[in-house]
């Protein structure tokens, strides 16, 4: 069965950086885009990233532009997501999700159970 | 950007009943772009309908979309104790991709 598990939250100092990274199984990962969307804590979800399947394209939503790289190694099955210079506004519980197509033109078909960061000094 | 915005904010209902769930966008979204959540406590989303009004894997068919341009409708025919969640409408048509704000289904 398809199954995302993501990693690497914590609390961090604003200003500071973290590494999400989210392990795929049970689907040939390397076919699929996939995307990083977050949910402040009791707020609605907000897309973040998404990458294709290859790593050939890839689209931020403006609020982490230039902040945050979503990435993937297709041969560990792994997508993951770099962001420096964090923020208060920038803490929420983020999942990875999978694309329905290749690219980026489906909806989000499988979710991880999420990985909380909370940026706090 | 394609602002969603879902009404009402909050739906009491009793086991049984019908739910219908509105979905309106700030701009035309292509029917083949739009997409319904279902998100419980402490649980990531889960998709429920794609393309307007096609159902995901597993979802029970009294769960049905429907509509176009701006207008999205999520209905529930009979509500079930496990379908009291919050639901989101999300478009895929243009960047960025945006989720409306949610609407809660609770019992009444």
């Known amino acids: 069965q398809v199954q995302l598990v993501g990693s690497g939250g914590g609390v961090v100092l604003p200003g500071r950086s973290l590494r999400l990274s989210c392990a795929a199984s049970?689907?040939?990962?390397?076919?699929?885009?996939m995307h990083w969307v977050r949910q402040a804590p009791g707020k609605g979800l907000e897309w973040v990233a998404v990458m294709w399947y290859d790593g050939s394209h890839e689209s931020y939503a403006d609020s982490v532009k230039g902040r945050f790289t979503i990435s993937r190694d297709n041969s560990k099955n792994t997508l993951y997501l770099q962001m420096n210079s964090l923020r208060a506004e920038d803490t929420a519980n983020y999942y990875c999700?999978?694309?329905?197509?290749?690219?980026?033109?489906?909806?989000?078909?499988?979710w991880g159970q999420g990985t909380l960061v909370t940026v706090s000094s | 950007e394609i602002v969603l915005t879902q009404s009402p904010g909050t739906l009491s209902l009793s086991p049984g009943e019908r739910a219908t769930l509105s979905c309106r966008a700030s701009q035309s979204v292509s029917s083949s772009y739009l997409a319904w959540y279902q998100q419980k406590p402490g649980q990531a989303p889960r998709l429920l309908i794609y393309g307007t009004s096609s159902r995901a894997t597993g979802i029970p068919d009294r769960f049905s979309g429907s509509g176009s341009g701006t207008d999205f409708t999520l209905t529930i025919s009979r509500l079930e104790p496990e379908d009291f969640a919050v639901y989101y409408c999300?478009?895929?048509?243009?960047?960025?991709?945006?989720f409306g704000q949610g609407t809660k289904v609770e019992i009444k």
């Open positions: 999700a999978r694309d329905y197509t290749s690219s980026w033109f489906g909806p989000l078909d499988y």
């Open positions: 999300q478009q895929y048509d243009s960047y960025p991709w945006t």
């Open positions: 049970g689907f040939t990962f390397s076919s699929y885009g």
